[in-house]
T-cell receptor
Framework: DAKTTQPNSMESNEEEPVHLPCNHSTISGTDYIHWYRQLPSQGPEYVIHGLTSNVNNRMASLAIAEDRKSSTLILHRATLRDAAVYYCILRDVNNNNDMRFGAGTRLTVKP | KAGVTQTPRYLIKTRGQQVTLSCSPISGHRSVSWYQQTPGQGLQFLFEYFSETQRNKGNFPGRFSGRQFSNSRSEMNVSTLELGDSALYLC?????????????FGEGSRLTVL
C-alpha cells in the first residue's frame, strides 16, 4: 500500500498562510490524494482532494508536484478554528473506501 | 440535510461482553465504512458496506463484524471484548463506493472496555 509521510506537528500564527507538506513517493497512477482534518472531539472532515492538477475550494488549496510524489495543503489564512490534525491520504479509486490514515500533522494556530 | 448519526455516543462494557454500534448514513448515501481510532494505532479501516454487501475489509480479527440494512443503515458488532478494543469507532458514509468523492464521518461511538 502506498504510504504518506507528514510532519508530526506544525505551528502557525492566526491570519497567516499555512503550508502543510505530504510526501507520497510510492504513489500509483490510480491514487487520488485526499486531505481530511480532525478537530478535537469530532470525526474527520473532508478538506480537499486531487489527482494531478492543483485544486482550490472554499476551505483550502492543494498543490500537487508534477511527479505526484508530494503535495502541499495550503490554508490561505489560518484561523483558530483551523487547529486540528490534518491527514494526507492516498485513496485508490479501485479499492473502494479503504483509506489508510497516517499519524497526520497536528496544526497549532497561535492568536 | 442531517449528517451521519452514530449511536450510542459513549458506552462502557466489560471484558468478554459484546457490543453493537449503529450508524445512520446521510440520506441517499449507500456506502458505509467503519474505522477504529486509538491513540496508539490512529485511524484504522475496519470494513465497508455497499448495498448490503461487504466490499472491503481491514486487518481485524473475526470478532469484529458488521452488516448493512436495506435502508443503508449499518451496524458493527464486536464480540468477546478485550481491553484493547477501547477506542473511538467512526462511521463514514458516501454516495457510492469505489469513487474519489468525499467521505462524511459521524462523531463516533466511544467504547471503553473495563
Amino acid at each position: 500500500d502506498a504510504k504518506t509521510t507528514q510532519p508530526n506537528s506544525m505551528e502557525s500564527n492566526e491570519e497567516e498562510p499555512v503550508h502543510l507538506p505530504c510526501n507520497h513517493s510510492t504513489i500509483s497512477g490510480t491514487d487520488y490524494i485526499h486531505w481530511y482534518r480532525q478537530l478535537p472531539s469530532q470525526g474527520p472532515e473532508y478538506v480537499i482532494h486531487g489527482l494531478t492538477s492543483n485544486v482550490n475550494n472554499r476551505m483550502a488549496s492543494l498543490a500537487i508536484a508534477e511527479d505526484r510524489k508530494s503535495s502541499t495543503l495550503i490554508l490561505h489564512r489560518a484561523t483558530l478554528r483551523d487547529a486540528a490534525v490534518y491527514y494526507c491520504i492516498l485513496r485508490d479509486v479501485n479499492n473502494n473506501n479503504d483509506m489508510r490514515f497516517g499519524a497526520g500533522t497536528r496544526l497549532t494556530v497561535k492568536p | 440535510k442531517a449528517g451521519v448519526t452514530q449511536t450510542p455516543r459513549y458506552l462502557i462494557k466489560t471484558r468478554g461482553q459484546q457490543v453493537t454500534l449503529s450508524c445512520s448514513p446521510i440520506s441517499g448515501h449507500r456506502s458505509v465504512s467503519w474505522y477504529q481510532q486509538t491513540p496508539g494505532q490512529g485511524l484504522q479501516f475496519l470494513f465497508e458496506y455497499f448495498s448490503e454487501t461487504q466490499r472491503n475489509k481491514g486487518n481485524f480479527p473475526g470478532r469484529f463484524s458488521g452488516r448493512q440494512f436495506s435502508n443503508s443503515r449499518s451496524e458493527m458488532n464486536v464480540s468477546t471484548l478485550e481491553l484493547g478494543d477501547s477506542a473511538l469507532y467512526l462511521c463514514a458514509s458516501s454516495l457510492r463506493t469505489g469513487r474519489s468523492g468525499e467521505l462524511f464521518f459521524g462523531e463516533g461511538s466511544r467504547l471503553t472496555v473495563l
